[in-house]
């Protein structure tokens, strides 16, 4: 089993751990439902799309509801650093929880005592506090897009808003960034950097850039993102290489924007409802 | 250049060394925030700025102001229950937010990113469709409440917003505010 760590933008949402379901568009998580159109409830949406399409368990969830404050997502990072060693996953993602290194490095330390280390993702944050704690090497992924790999590529930004004005977020440039990252130390072993083109990269450079299918209205869909994420940690948990995850779930996401042919104004969970379909044309053709 | 002129633009440059300006430092965004928009209001020169790296937690923003005028500053914040965290002085250079916006027209909709952070408005209703990019908790959160709802009826990500991607966000809708205003 995998897990997904996370937020919902709800601040009475309560920090609940356990396996989720999903049903006509909601997350189900013990007793509570929830849209799944935006953020870490729409990554694991995708994911468990994925399961149920491969007759594998439903990924595992830590979430707290947490709206800007930071308050949900530091109860979540003490509950880890109590609870995730004695957990057995073979992947974590983490996705939107408010940045802090301090807590990051806890949860990290605490993921270090796992019987098992299990394959670690990141995006949103925690890639944020990953790459400023500089550890990004624990991790096999991370999903930046173009201003996010600037961030990584630029040695002294503490968050995307101060990536400086000469690290310039021209999708044109990505290569010279990706190897900026690298070079910084501030890259996962695979990067799958999310936009027109998605890129696959690692250490050594570009690996395989993915141009089709595109639908140029997906950059603008709040959660497009989220998508790749969640179908990443779930090819990721199923025994792909970081590799062959990353271009599975870009090529996946792509399709089901395909088949859901959307405007800039369509929502995430337009396309979500389409990647069983996605699934199936990948996989079965 | 005249010799008056010369004079001029010395003390300009002096007042903007390093040595004027403090930083006033917050426990979170929200508060940099509400001072920020108080300050603001009281034609206060200031700057939102990165914090020096001895500071930094990962996603925070500091104010920067002319040393000079702390006392009033504060006296200004404290009526108004704000209370920095510490109030220091600049001692090396602050990291600048990114200010250069990136705009992409669809036709019917319009899309402006500004750092990590996209909007993009249905330009005929002038109603926010969609909200993207990001990675703090407030992101989310922020697209729930303005998604669906025309730019004047919207809140403003400054006004329930609490990170510095809620700030980016500020950002792409003021330049959204100023493309799409008649």
Redesign the interface.
């Known amino acids: 089993m995998f897990a997904v760590v996370g937020t919902v933008p709800d601040k009475n949402f309560p920090l609940l751990s356990g396996p989720v379901d999903l049903s006509d568009d909601k997350l189900i998580m013990g007793d509570l439902r929830v849209p799944v159109n935006r953020g870490t409830p729409a990554l694991l949406a995708s994911a468990f799309q994925v399961c149920e399409f491969f007759n594998a368990p439903p990924p595992a969830a830590y979430l707290v509801g947490d709206i800007g404050t930071g308050a949900g997502s530091r109860s979540l990072y003490a509950y880890l650093e109590e609870k995730i060693a004695g957990e057995c996953f073979t992947s974590l993602t983490f996705h939107y929880i408010q940045p802090d290194v301090d807590w990051h490095n806890r949860v990290l330390f605490a993921i270090g005592r796992m019987a098992e280390p299990p394959v670690l993702i990141a995006d949103a944050g925690f890639m944020y506090a990953a790459k400023m704690s500089g550890q990004s090497d624990a991790y096999e992924i991370f999903t930046p897009d173009i201003g996010e790999l600037a961030f990584l590529a630029d040695a002294d930004a503490p968050h995307p808003f101060y990536t400086r004005g000469f690290i310039f977020h021209e999708p044109e440039r990505a290569p010279e960034l990706i190897s900026k990252a690298y070079q910084h130390d501030n890259a996962a072993r695979h990067l799958l950097v999310k936009g027109k083109t998605d890129i696959v990269a690692d250490a050594g450079g570009v690996i395989e850039s993915i141009t089709e299918p595109v639908v140029p209205s997906m950059e603008a869909i709040g959660g497009t993102g989220d998508i790749i994420t969640g179908l990443l940690a779930a090819f990721t948990a199923l025994g792909h290489d970081g590799r062959k995850a990353c271009i599975y779930a870009s090529t996946v996401a792509r399709m089901a924007g395909v088949l859901a042919d959307p405007s800039p104004g369509s929502q995430v969970v337009d396309i979500i409802e389409h990647i069983p379909m996605s699934l199936k044309q990948f996989f079965q053709t | 250049m005249g010799l008056l002129a010369f004079f001029k633009k010395t003390k300009t440059t002096a007042a903007k060394t390093p040595n004027d300006r403090g930083i006033l430092v917050f426990e ?1 965004t ?1 508060e940099v925030i509400r001072a920020e928009n108080l300050l603001k209001q009281h034609d206060r020169s200031i700057r939102v700025m ?2 020096p ?1 001895e500071i ?5 923003l500091v104010i920067e102001f002319p040393l000079i005028e702390g006392l009033d500053i504060l006296r200004s914040l404290e009526a108004e229950n704000i209370s920095p965290l510490q109030v220091v002085p600049v001692t090396g250079p602050l ?6 916006f ?1 705009t ?1 027209d ?1 036709g ?2 319009l ?1 402006v ?1 500004a ?2 952070m ?1 909007m ?1 408005v ?1 330009q005929t209703s002038l109603t926010v ?16 409440e303005m ?1 669906g709802k025309r730019l004047d009826e919207a809140p403003s990500p400054r006004s329930i ?8 966000l500020q950002l792409a809708y003021e330049e959204i505010m100023r493309k799409c205003s008649p």
């Open positions: 979170n929200s990165g914090p790296p930094r937690t990962g996603c925070d990291l600048e937010p990114v200010n250069i990136f992409t669809y019917q909709f899309m990113q750092a990590n996209k993009t249905d469709v969609n909200v993207s990019g990001g990675g703090c908790p407030d992101v989310p959160y922020l697209a729930a998604v917003g609490h990170t510095l991607c809620g700030y980016a």
